[in-house]
């Protein structure tokens, strides 16, 4: 089943919710369609995960938990559920949803999440409905899940192994001078510039720092602590091809 990619408060009726569960790969027993649509106000996104989650667990146990929930009559309601909802997704995905809060977008470059999370990953998400797109070039999670994971921190273990293999990420798609490596930066400014603003003396962040266009604000001790590599970078980067850089 397909989700608008926008969110539509006032929900979908109880025809179309049914016409959603019903549609998918976990039909919702017609017994409980109505007390699934009563409890959710009809959240195409809430009705989507909620479909996956049937899937994994049996659509018995997906009512039973959102008994708890009371009926969506309000926005505090509403936030509950969702709250509720995304955390069972949080118990099947949560690399995945530690990556989304450590880059600290909602886009995320589709090569840089391949190479962190892998196809399996990839694949998790998408099953999971918790996108609204998935190109070629970037994965984009609902606002929702977005804001949902930005309420909890990545443990720093598990930060200093996805800054690891983004560093990694830069270093392969640098050797290549391919286009990869300029929709990464560009995509990830501001975590490139998080990395720099926090110590990282990496040479390929260097370089990558340079490309996004946050050298204007780059610092003299930043350039001595890299002095080694900085005149190499520099001259690859000056011989990149200028559709490249845009």
């Known amino acids: 089943s397909s989700v608008p990619g926008g969110v539509n408060l006032t929900g ?6 049914r016409q959603l569960l019903q549609s998918g790969g976990h039909p919702c027993p017609e017994t409980i369609v109505e007390e699934v ?9 809430t009705l989507a995960v909620l479909d996956k989650l049937a899937g994994r667990y049996g659509w018995a146990e997906v009512v039973e938990d959102l008994g708890s929930v009371g ?5 505090a309601s509403q936030s509950k559920l969702r709250h509720r909802v995304l955390g069972r997704i949080e118990t099947l995905i949560p690399t995945e949803l530690d990556f989304l809060r450590w880059c600290e977008s909602a886009e995320i470059d589709k090569g840089l999440a391949r190479h962190v ?11 999971l409905n918790v996108l609204t797109t998935s190109t070629d070039d970037i ?35 640098i050797s290549a001078k391919q286009a990869p490596l300029y929709a990464c930066i560009f995509r990830h400014r501001n975590l490139i510039s998080r990395l720099v ?13 340079i490309a996004s266009g946050c050298a204007d604000k780059i610092s003299l001790s930043f350039v001595s602590d890299l002095e080694g590599s900085t005149n190499q970078l520099l001259h690859d980067f000056q011989t990149v091809p200028l559709h490249l850089k845009a």
């Open 12 to 17: 979908l009726s109880l025809d179309e919710t």
């Open 37 to 45: 649509h009563r409890k959710t106000g009809g959240h195409a996104l």
């Open 71 to 75: 009926d969506v009559v309000d926005d």
């Open 117 to 127: 999370l892998r196809i399996g990953g990839i694949s998790n998400l998408t099953d």
């Open 139 to 173: 994965l984009k999670f609902h606002e929702l899940v977005f804001t949902f994971a930005m309420l909890a921190s990545v443990e720093a273990p598990r930060a200093e192994s996805f800054k690891k293999m983004f560093l990694a990420y830069l270093q392969q798609v």
């Open 197 to 209: 603003s926090a110590g990282e003396r990496d040479p390929g962040l260097f370089y990558a720092y």
